[in-house]
């Protein structure tokens, strides 16, 4: 099992920046890709950004040039730096961890961005 706990949520103003971490525990195994997913009311959950433990990455379109994601894993940690944020990003924002124990999910940390 993997316990995912995820920090860094908030309100902030349309253009302002906040930093999502997530800290995972509990695994015996490598921790694999971890990642971002959001879900704003009403709509189902998507991906924002995710990193390999190499430290390859990937974007959805709608946050390219705005948000960063890095990880160290030496601390099983994964940061989500996001900036220039849009009354459109506000969402619930789950972590996400894979091993080969299976996919794991954090509980969400809620950012709202005001316009």
């Known amino acids: 099992q993997v316990q995912l706990v995820e920090s860094g949520g908030g309100l902030v103003q349309t253009g302002g920046s906040l930093r999502l971490s997530c800290a995972a525990s509990g695994s015996r195994f490598r921790v694999n890709t971890m990642g971002w997913y959001r879900q704003a009311p009403g709509k189902q959950r998507d991906l924002v950004a995710t990193?390999?433990?190499?430290?390859?990455?990937t974007y959805a379109d709608s946050v390219k040039g705005r948000f960063t994601i890095s990880r160290n894993n030496a601390q099983n940690t994964v940061y989500l730096q996001m900036n220039s944020l849009k009354p459109e990003d506000t969402a619930v924002y789950y972590c996400?961890?894979?091993?080969?124990?299976?996919?794991?999910w954090g509980r969400g940390t809620q950012v709202t961005v005001s316009s």
């Open positions: 990193v390999t433990s190499g430290g390859a990455t």
């Open positions: 996400n961890a894979n091993s080969i124990t299976g996919r794991y």
